[in-house]
């Protein structure tokens, strides 16, 4: 019953919209042509009867006609173009010319709580409209910001579909969780998974403290703020679009095939004085390729939406339907999700607006095998997938790896997940200059896996003697309630905006989880704990939870829009610290200048736009576990006793927590400069950041003979991350061709200036036999890589014999360089050898317009960062095969000075800087054609417009990089641009369309 | 719906809209900022009942199951750098473990910092119980049987890390982030709180028969007291070493089980001449296992393990001629599993020969062969006769030194009294199969002839075999299947076995076995089988004569017995450092033991970063 109801009330709530009212009264006609403002026709203008749901639309002479009262106005509107309103005032002819809309003093910037002109920022802001995101095949939002926002840096985790990048905002200023906080709509979530590119009608990355300081101690990494689509009065548009394509993997490792693998085994053999692997390597041709084995080079991806929005004065909608799906380049892996949409806004009286903004996804996939990737490139090619009975062959015959056959052929690892995230919020305008908000939001997840093997004989070291199925549930629960008070005046000169505001919010995240095993058959339908055998089963169940609550304050002022000042503060009380250090406090301060609007730069006529800006502030970082203060006991540390050996209960403190913890404080200060030239057809920002974060909360290593399992959390770092951003664009154009480029670039200087009480340092990422990879330590850059710097090979004994080794050398093996020259080779040597943080990124966005034709290439770069392939550093366990790279070994004297003699550990495996790849690249990363056909084609079958377009995503990389990509994220921030084997990230064509109703 | 144009009345709603929130504030301001670990019981709540202060001291117990403490680094430190055993696995597996094979370790290497921080972990729970459980409101005898067995735990900890590294610092509570930078004691004082403990603990714990069958396992006072006269004999205080151990020996809890090789089966946990096992119990869900057997156990066909800790042919050949206990000790490739599954079929990549058989798990241990049920035997009744046999020898009692020892041994005799020199094995399937006689399979076949033995010396073989054709063809080069003893048919290894029981030495019996050769003919491919019969005659010996010398003769003797005795259970390298030879020793296998720094091993070098007030030990 309940369920109709609700179902009742969603429809009504969308026909009520549809039904906007109508007048009608003395008709004429009236007509004209639209035009840039150097002339051009604008073909497909809207041009509709304010107030009404009737309109029309320019044909390809930016020619129109429309049947109207004599007191109606008319309202132009164009993408890229500022709206216009003009009053028919009985006139018959009214050509109307649009400026483009990118006039900043116009456009409108979403910050924290609320809205600003551009032109009144004192803050960093980087804005990205819903044409740079839209139509880009890709089921995440952030995958689609890449190369956009100058100060961003966007590395994909994976290429694994529904896999989420790391986004860093300004370098990196923590040791702990470095991604920055997302604002959808209003609700602050971590997650924006859930979020489809098509929906989204602005983004803007907050980047100083002036920006950031209103999220207090959840804005320190920088924050996005996501604004959706609304619905706008007037007649009902549909959009709706589609696209289909493929992916495939356009960079494969080059591997040795199987007379390569057998000839480098032999030798590798010989040189550890192990008895010849294979009899005769010359009887092996190429053999199986693995790699392509296990990637699907047609992998489909496709995407379709359609978009209903409009609405009347009292009532706007938007309705969205989106379906997303991929095949991933690595076979059994995919995803696919549906989003419903529904951002309504009611008027309730001049004074009352109330609103909601909700999506509603549905996700499900399959994940690939685990270690798919690696397995493959590491698998004996000299065999066979199957033997000749068709059973799979037992790769490990030679000590190789599984066979990736098998693994795909018995992997089940199946997900599946709701998500449901929006606000409803009311708006109360009151006295005069008051207005009060009230907004909550609720952010609910729900996320199954279940992974079953089936009982399976490959081999000795790949089988399952029992089949197992482990289920795992996690829900979360995140509610935000906040509830602001906004005054604004402008008195004369004076212009003054305030701002205050208190937020709660709440969330709980629960697992799930469960196991058995021995269940009866393969079929699907079984894959439910309950058809397993109940003895041996497992169960875990665990939780977390935080809370918090926070007093916000802004204040806005600009003296003859030429002076700004903003001063904010919020306080915030988190669970997450105990309660001594509970509150924090964070303030920050910005000053303007809009030079250009002083009287002695009016006759200055080509700088339509000069500002200068500047602030400071302090922001906090509470991306910590909850409960670090709190010191909690370890369970299940059980012992055996009794005659029959029973388990017994054991549990003891094996942690020490610090009551003491507080919030890290990032403090920033940014100087920028606004620049518009030419009617702003030339627009740059530059800005130069100094962001320093102390009381890092960092687990300082202590000694080993306290005795705990891991050191207490302490704040005890500080982090200073200093640079340039730059974003300039150019519009150009002649007639029926307009073109724009765009270029973004930043700088990242990053630097540990503290780290525990004396001479600590972190150290990490942990690759086999080169034991730790990196360093973090006051004077570098955090998680630097640091190990031996190999100088050659030893072509000879006699080299050997004057050279300072690590003991066991031969020769063909790397000489290491004697760091600190005492003549011996000794951990003191290992030495600094780069860092896994990019010096410069860059990024290039082209568009191109001639008549009805349209491209757009989007290109980035990268240079100055150390990409680890550790891949290749991991052998030894057993036979693997080789990268191409390995046949340039040394191979008797004077046969390599680089590549050492072949073998499968030893000293060459202890040398970092072998496995040290520049990270520099250059990447075609988007490129899209189209072509809209002409107005009077569509206009004969009522549709307003439709476009065709094709686009290639990842077109080209150039790199020096070896493995599949140069970008590598995911790993903490103190072991990162790690390359363990990766899934690669794909390239995908596609064709897609659009079409406006 | 709202529809008042009136500022007043708009504002009063606000106004209620924000006192509203000012009520939630009031009320949610406690259920938002204080919240408390969900599902984890916290320090302030802990520590205040019977049953958590049993459940502190299980989790002091908990550690002797971890990686660190009872394995793979562990067995390196202790085993492979013997002469007992070998790395193990494939060469480039573990490089680690081959520099302490070798000794060309530095303080770098990761063993060192991993047993140091297991063991201190250790520490930290017992500290933390010894510390906490006085404070509790309880039953006193069991609050003190608590304490005592932490503070059991405690010097068993600092037991190996004395050994192991010298002078340790010595942690007695939990620190405070103030203390966190300690010195090293010396050797002696760790000692001495080594020595209290266990004198505390001895007070306090019952013996074995005084607990009841729910809490068998725990550390007695037996246990106390043997690792205590353990402690004394490498403190060479040999007065208290040999009260201690007799002390042991007379309290009748204990008694030599008389299968030798029942001891290392399931069925030998906890029996008769147990006093101190780390308990283990491989159920599904894995909380009560350890890692022991899988890094010990045959890498290859059954995969049972990581192949690691392999036996040398030295300590093969330190056995006594006909010495059933290598038997138990040595798992050999080709050998049928003691559970009689499979046989072993070793990874041709690893050439690895015999493998630690004391670990063995079966394979369809439930959670896996990482999960391993088997008990770690960490002190037995045997071990402590040899310690009170040391002991007497070092104070002068050699007759006592010579009962002690020859208990030992007249157990290891088991039922048997005289020897050819021989160890048989049932022929496994396979090798059957592979020399075309399934009828042999499960007969008796010569597996181990001690050298110079009368059954070496009358020529009969004992079982070869290689790999050819690319390590895919195994070819029995010759085995010796024994078919009859004296005329009478044998068809089992304990149908052998049950003949030779009524041997006497100096008999002489006539052994009748078929030779199957095999020859392989790399152009061909092809192999070629002969089988011929042999009859030898061969006059039996003495199966492990007691002990009748003196002198440095009994010394070596009681220092033998050791090594055969506790033959694969970690205890061969700190014996020879005790025994002040392990240089001679160890150099004699090529190893490049230096006197001036491998009688302890370095300080992990990462503790040395940490802790400023740490020294080195000296050499590192």
Redesign the interface.
């Known amino acids: 019953m309940r369920y109709k109801q609700l179902l009742t009330i969603l429809l009504t709530l969308g026909v009520l919209a549809c039904l906007a009212p109508t007048s009608y009264g003395q008709q004429a006609t009236v007509q004209g042509t639209v035009t840039d403002s150097q002339g051009g026709a604008l073909p497909g203008v809207n041009i509709l009867v304010k107030g009404t749901t009737k309109g029309t639309s320019t044909n390809s002479e930016g020619h129109y006609k429309l049947t109207v009262n004599p007191t109606d106005t008319l309202v132009f509107s164009f993408v890229g173009f500022e709206n216009k309103e003009i009053p028919v005032n009985g006139r018959n002819t009214i050509n109307v010319s649009l400026k483009p809309s990118t006039l900043q003093s116009q456009e409108l910037v979403v910050v924290g709580y609320g809205t600003q002109k551009k032109s009144d920022l004192t803050g960093s802001v980087s804005s990205i409209s819903a044409e740079d995101v839209q139509n880009i095949p890709t089921s995440s939002l952030t995958d689609a910001l890449q190369g956009k926002v100058s100060g961003v840096r966007i590395t994909p985790t994976s290429g694994r579909p529904g896999s989420q990048p790391q986004v860093r905002i300004r370098g990196v200023g923590t040791l702990n969780d470095a991604s920055p906080l997302y604002v959808v709509d209003g609700m602050l979530v971590d997650d924006i998974s859930f979020l489809n590119p098509n929906n989204v009608k602005s983004v803007e990355v907050l980047k100083d403290a002036s920006a950031t300081a209103i999220y207090g101690s959840r804005g320190a990494n920088g924050v996005i703020i996501i604004t959706t689509k609304q619905g706008q009065a007037g007649k009902t548009q549909v959009n709706a679009r589609s696209y289909y394509g493929f992916q495939q993997v356009n960079n494969k490792i080059d591997m040795a095939n199987a007379h390569q693998f057998a000839m480098l085994a032999n030798e590798s053999a010989q040189n550890e004085g192990r008895p010849p692997v294979f009899q005769n390597p010359d009887q092996y041709g190429k053999g199986t390729n693995w790699q392509n084995l296990i990637m699907d080079d047609q992998a489909p991806i496709q995407g379709f939406n359609v978009t209903a929005s409009g609405g009347s004065k009292a009532t706007t909608y938007s309705l969205s339907a989106d379906f997303f799906k991929q095949d991933g380049v690595i076979r059994g892996s995919n995803y696919q999700r549906a989003t419903l949409r529904l951002n309504n806004k009611y008027t309730l009286s001049d004074h009352v607006d109330f609103g909601h903004n909700i999506a509603f996804t549905y996700n499900d996939g399959d994940q690939e095998a685990n270690d798919l990737v690696n397995i493959a490139l590491r698998a004996d090619p000299t065999l066979s997938p199957r033997n000749s009975q068709g059973d799979f062959t037992n790769t490990n015959q030679n000590g190789g790896s599984s066979n990736p056959a098998a693994s795909i052929a018995y992997n089940n690892n199946h997900h599946y997940g709701y998500h449901t995230s929006g606000n409803a919020y009311v708006d109360i305008d009151f006295l005069k200059n008051f207005q009060f908000k009230s907004t909550f939001g609720l952010d609910l997840k729900r996320g199954e896996r279940k992974i079953f093997t089936p009982e399976f004989f490959v081999s000795p070291l790949q089988n399952n003697q029992q089949s197992d199925l482990t289920v795992t549930d996690n829900k979360q629960t995140n509610w935000l309630n906040e509830n602001t008070l906004k005054y604004q005046n402008d008195i004369g000169d004076h212009s003054i905006k305030l701002l205050a505001g208190v937020t709660f919010q709440d969330f709980v995240s629960e697992d799930l989880g469960g196991s058995r095993i021995n269940i009866p058959g393969t079929d699907p339908a079984l894959r439910f704990l309950n058809a397993g055998q109940s003895q041996g089963q497992t169960n875990s169940n665990t939780s977390f939870s935080w809370g918090m609550i926070s007093y916000l304050f802004r204040a806005n002022y600009t003296y003859k829009d030429r002076y700004l000042l903003t001063a904010t503060f919020r306080r915030d009380g988190s669970s997450r610290f105990a309660s001594a250090n509970r509150w924090g406090n964070f303030p920050s301060f910005a000053v303007g200048w809009r030079i250009s609007n002083e009287p002695f730069m009016q006759d200055v006529s080509f700088v339509s736009n000069l500002k200068l800006r500047g602030s400071w502030g302090k922001i906090g970082n509470d991306k910590i576990a909850t409960g670090a203060a709190i010191p909690t006991v370890t369970s299940n540390l059980d012992a055996v006793f009794g005659q029959g050996q029973k388990i017994q209960t054991g549990a003891t403190v094996t942690e020490l927590a610090n009551p003491d913890l507080k919030w890290e404080e990032t403090e920033q200060t940014d100087i920028g400069l606004e620049l518009g030239l030419f009617d702003n057809r030339f627009t740059a920002d530059l800005d130069w950041y100094h962001k320093k974060t102390s009381d890092i909360l960092v687990r300082v290593p202590i000694p080993a003979l306290v005795g705990v399992q891991t050191p207490p959390i302490v704040n005890a770092a500080s982090v200073l991350n200093r640079g340039w951003d730059l974003n300039m664009k150019w519009r150009g154009g002649k007639g029926d061709f307009t073109y724009s480029i765009g270029l973004t670039g930043s700088t990242v200087h990053n630097e540990v200036l503290s780290l525990g009480r004396q001479k600590e340092q972190i150290l990490a990422g942990n690759v086999r036999n080169l034991s730790f990879t990196t360093r973090t330590v006051a004077g570098h850059p955090i998680g630097a890589f640091y190990g031996y710097k190999a100088i050659g090979v030893f072509q000879n004994q006699q080299e050997i014999n004057n050279s300072p080794t690590l003991g066991n050398e031969q020769p063909g093996d790397l000489r290491i360089a004697d760091a600190n020259g005492d003549g011996k080779i000794t951990s003191d040597d290992k030495m600094f050898l780069g860092s896994p943080i990019p010096d410069f990124t860059f990024g290039l966005n082209l568009s191109l317009n001639y008549k009805l034709f349209d491209a757009t290439v989007a290109l980035d770069a990268q240079t100055g960062n150390q990409v680890l392939n550790a891949r290749k550093a991991i052998r030894g366990f057993r036979l693997l095969n080789y990268d191409a790279s390995f046949l340039d070994r040394w191979h008797g004297q004077g046969t390599s000075n680089t590549e050492p003699r072949i073998t499968e550990s030893g000293v060459n495996y202890q040398i970092l800087s072998r496995f040290l790849e520049d990270g520099d690249y250059l990447r075609v990363r988007n490129v899209q054609l189209g072509y809209t056909l002409p107005v009077g084609v569509t206009s004969k079958i009522d549709v307003q417009k439709v476009r065709f377009y094709v686009n290639a995503k990842n077109l080209v990389t150039l790199t020096g990089y070896s493995g599949y990509t140069p970008l590598i994220g995911g790993g903490s921030v103190i072991a990162t641009g790690i390359d363990n084997g990766v899934y690669p990230v794909a390239s995908s064509y596609t064709i897609g369309i659009e079409l406006g109703f | 719906?709202?529809?008042?144009?009136h500022?007043f009345q708009?504002?009063l709603?606000?106004l209620s809209?924000?006192l509203l929130?000012g009520l939630?504030?009031s009320g949610?301001?406690d259920?938002?900022?204080?919240?408390?670990?969900?599902?984890?019981?916290?320090?302030?709540?802990?520590f205040q009942t019977k049953g958590?202060a049993?459940?502190?001291?299980?989790?002091?117990?908990?550690?002797l199951?971890n990686f660190n403490v009872h394995s793979f680094p562990w067995l390196g430190m202790t085993d492979i750098a013997s002469d007992d055993a070998s790395k193990g696995s494939?060469?480039?597996?573990a490089?680690f473990l081959s520099e302490i094979d070798n000794f060309?370790f530095?303080a770098?290497n990761?063993a060192f910092?991993s047993t140091?921080?297991a063991y201190?972990?250790?520490?930290?729970?017992a500290?933390?119980?010894i510390q906490k459980i006085p404070d509790i409101d309880m039953d006193k005898t069991l609050r003190s049987r608590l304490v005592g067995e932490n503070k059991f735990l405690r010097a068993y900890y600092y037991f190996f890390l004395v050994r192991a590294f010298g002078g340790?610092?010595l942690?007695t509570k939990?620190?405070k982030p103030n203390e966190?930078?300690?010195s090293k004691a010396t050797a002696d004082e760790v000692y001495s709180l080594i020595e209290q403990d266990l004198k505390d603990a001895a007070k306090v714990l019952p013996q074995k028969s005084g607990y009841t069958?729910?809490?068998?396992?725990?550390a007695t006072k037996g246990a106390a007291q043997g690792l205590l006269a353990k402690v004394y004999l490498f403190e060479k205080k040999y007065q208290e070493a040999q009260q201690m151990a007799e002390n042991v020996i007379n309290s009748g809890q204990y008694s030599l089980l008389p299968d030798y090789k029942k001891i290392f089966t399931p069925a030998g946990?906890?029996t008769s001449g147990t006093i101190f096992s780390v308990?283990?119990?491989a159920?599904?869900?894995g909380?009560?296992g350890t890692p022991y057997s899988v890094v010990q156990g045959v890498r290859?066909?059954?995969?049972l393990g990581w192949g690691f800790n392999n036996p040398t042919s030295q300590l093969l050949q330190s056995y006594e001629a006909g010495d059933p206990r290598m038997e138990s000790t040595v798992l050999f490739v080709n050998e049928v599993l003691p559970d009689g599954s499979d046989a072993v079929r070793d990874?041709p990549?690893m050439?690895n020969e015999r493998y630690n058989q004391k670990p063995f798990i079966p394979q369809?241990n439930?959670?896996g062969t990482w999960n391993g049920?088997a008990n770690i035997r960490r002190l037995r009744y045997s071990d402590v006769i040899l310690i009170a046999a040391e002991a007497a020898y070092r104070n002068g009692d050699e007759s006592t030194a010579r009962k002690y020892v020859n208990m030992v041994r007249k157990r290891a005799r088991g039922r048997q009294n005289a020897t050819v020199g021989l160890q048989v094995e049932p022929v496994a399937n396979f090798v059957a199969d592979t020399v075309g006689m399934h009828s042999v399979s499960g007969h008796p076949f010569i597996r181990y002839i001690t050298s110079g033995s009368p059954a070496d010396n009358i020529g009969l073989k004992p079982f070869d075999w290689s790999l050819q054709?690319?390590?895919s063809l195994m070819v029995v080069n010759d085995i010796d299947v024994i078919q009859s003893v004296d005329g009478k048919t044998v068809s089992t290894p304990a149908e052998f076995e049950s003949e030779m029981k009524s041997k006497q030495p100096g008999n002489t019996i006539s052994i009748q076995v078929r030779r199957i050769t095999q020859t392989y003919d790399s152009n061909s491919g092809n192999t070629s089988t002969n089988t011929q019969t042999v009859l030898v005659n061969v006059t039996t010996e003495q199966l492990l004569p007691d002990i009748t010398s003196s002198g440095q003769n009994l010394l070596d003797a009681i220092w033998h017995e050791r090594r055969v005795e506790l033959g694969m259970e970690q205890q061969r390298f700190f014996d020879l450092q005790r025994e002040g030879r392990a240089g001679k020793v160890l150099r004699a296998q090529g190893k490049n033991y230096d006197e001036n720094k491998h009688n302890v091993y370095p300080i992990?070098?990462?503790?040395l970063?940490?802790?400023?007030n740490?020294e080195q030990n000296s050499g590192y």
């Open positions: 719906m709202l529809n008042t144009n500022y708009r504002f709603t606000v809209m924000l929130s939630f504030l949610c301001q259920q938002l900022l204080n919240k408390k670990p969900r599902g984890e019981l916290t320090q302030a709540s802990f958590q049993i459940q502190a001291t299980n989790a002091a117990y908990q550690q199951r494939t060469p480039a597996d490089a060309t530095d770098t990761g910092m140091w921080q201190y972990q250790g520490i930290y729970r500290n933390i119980a340790v610092p942690v939990p620190l966190f930078n300690q069958a729910n809490d068998i396992g725990r946990e906890n308990q283990a119990v159920v599904e869900t909380q009560g290859g066909t059954p995969n990874n990549n050439n369809n439930p959670g049920g054709d690319n390590n992990p070098q990462q503790e970063d940490l802790d400023p740490l």
